[in-house]
């Protein structure tokens, strides 16, 4: 008899070498394909005197599906008489790993958005295994139920804080979020019935009790810094220059419309150009500018009705190409960056001093919205100035809004049945933002290499 021996299990071939002698083996795969421990007793009295008594076959769809037939065998006491059958755990270890995958991949699939119906099909297609779209769901909320969040315990100060509003039933939910800005951990992901001071307040206070606290990054509500000076005196606020910068464009369409003059681009440029450098917009669009004087043979401050209604049509179409020209340009810039991993660069406090200066020397060619405006910048300078004396403070709330955009997206606003189920996603959310595992780690790696045992000790019928 010789013996190949993988870990803790023996496999025995009929030939005329001896046994094996591992103490760590724990089962033997016989001849006869009987699965049994190496050393028999009666589970009762202890003794080793029995006889054997047949074997039962491993039922199970995964085993079957290998084509392996698995006989698990059985034994009698000749001492006390007691019947039994010889431990299977390798066998369940396989099956249970097996079972923990599917599981993992089901639950994968339904949480990167796919439908339950979906997964189940793939699941079938590609695994040989069929699990209907209700059993799917069943197990996405067993399993997002045992998500466990971890509290944070290290925090830098600086934080980004923003809401989301949710629809539960047709009725509307709050998604509050605080997020380290500089560690990108994720603090807190709760639902709330409403965004009141008080809800804010609570959640705040919750949620960064013994956490320092130093800066806030956050949309240009006109609550948040009473807020947030209430419960920390000492922090101080970072407007976002994205959402300042996103009013100002809506305020020049308000004014000009969808197709804005070549000039008022460069004046919205201008602005933008305050906090970072937009130095290339600039210097294109007075490029066009120049060729829009060329082509047409004026300056803007001409009045219209000193020309033919055929030239006025004409000088539109050569602004809308030029527009469209700065259009593609801007889109090249965007790419450029991708490409190169690059981002805006960002002004110094000393250059968008300088820059803001200018501007309000020249507020007067703003139309009246942009005007109130820049006296909105320069009365809140210190809120929007942040980020260039803290280093750790960010610009723009962006961080927070990415962390919405992969967690919950649009579509998936309107998909909620109960509160529970929001509390049960944002958990998940957290989680898996903050890199905390939140489902099985099972690997098909670590099956294979238990199925391999399988296959070496049991033919494959």
């Given at each position: 008899m010789k013996s190949l021996e993988v870990k803790n299990i023996s496999f025995e071939y009929n030939t005329r070498l001896n046994g094996f002698d591992n103490?760590?083996?724990?089962?033997?795969?016989?001849?006869?394909?009987?699965?049994?421990?190496?050393?028999?007793?009666?589970?009762?009295?202890g003794h080793a005197h029995y006889v054997e008594n047949g074997y039962h076959v491993v039922d199970d769809a995964f085993i079957k599906s290998l084509g392996l037939r698995i006989k698990i065998a059985q034994f009698k006491c000749l001492n006390c008489g007691v019947f039994w059958s010889s431990e299977r755990e390798l066998v369940d270890q396989v099956i249970e790993q097996f079972n923990s995958f599917l599981k993992a991949l089901l639950f994968g699939c339904a949480r990167r958005g796919l439908?339950?119906?979906?997964?189940?099909?793939?699941?079938?297609?590609?695994?040989g295994f069929s699990y209907s779209s209700q059993y799917v769901w069943e197990l996405y909320v067993e399993a997002l139920s045992k998500v466990r969040r971890e509290k944070c315990t290290n925090a830098s100060?600086?934080?980004?804080?923003?809401?989301?509003?949710?629809?539960?039933?047709?009725?509307?939910?709050?998604?509050?979020?605080?997020?380290?800005?500089?560690?990108d951990e994720v603090i807190i992901d709760v639902s709330t019935p409403d965004a009141q001071k008080e809800t804010i307040t609570r959640v705040l206070r919750t949620a960064l009790k013994h956490l320092p606290v130093d800066a806030f990054i956050v949309d240009m509500n006109p609550h948040y810094p009473e807020i947030f000076h209430e419960l920390f005196p000492k922090a101080k606020i970072q407007w976002c220059i994205f959402h300042l910068d996103k009013l100002m464009w809506k305020e020049f369409h308000d004014e000009f419309g969808k197709n804005i003059p070549l000039q008022q681009l460069y004046n919205a440029y201008t602005l933008f150009d305050i906090f970072f450098n937009h130095a290339p917009e600039l210097k294109k669009l007075e490029e066009l500018l120049q060729k829009l004087i060329k082509y047409t043979g004026r300056t803007d401050s001409q009045e219209q009705f000193f020309r033919t209604r055929a030239a006025v049509h004409e000088e539109r179409d050569i602004?809308?190409?030029l527009r469209q020209e700065f259009g593609e340009?801007?889109?090249?810039?965007?790419?450029?960056?991708?490409?190169?991993h690059d981002r805006v660069k960002r002004r110094t406090l000393k250059e968008s001093t300088t820059i803001f200066s200018r501007i309000k020397t020249q507020a007067s060619i703003f139309p009246q919205k942009l005007q109130k405006r820049i006296h909105y910048i320069e009365d809140n300078w210190e809120k929007f100035t942040l980020f260039q004396k803290d280093a750790r403070v960010q610009p723009t709330n962006n961080g927070l809004e990415q962390y919405f955009a992969a967690t919950l997206a649009k579509t998936s606003k309107k998909d909620f049945r109960s509160k529970a189920a929001v509390?049960?996603?944002?958990?998940?959310?957290?989680?898996?933002?903050?890199?905390?595992?939140?489902?099985?780690?099972t690997k098909l790696t670590d099956i294979l290499r238990l199925v391999g045992m399988l296959f070496l000790a049991f033919p494959k019928t």
């Open positions: 103490r760590h083996a724990r089962y033997v795969a016989c001849i006869d394909g009987k699965l049994k421990t190496k050393h028999v007793g009666c589970p009762h009295c439908s339950f119906e979906s997964a189940s099909l793939l699941v079938e297609e590609k695994i100060g600086v934080y980004h804080y923003d809401e989301q509003f949710l629809l539960v039933n047709g009725k509307e939910v709050c998604r509050m979020v605080i997020k380290d800005a500089v560690t602004e809308h190409c340009f801007v889109k090249s810039l965007k790419n450029e960056r991708r490409r190169n509390t049960r996603e944002l958990s998940a959310c957290q989680t898996e933002w903050n890199n905390y595992a939140h489902s099985s780690t």
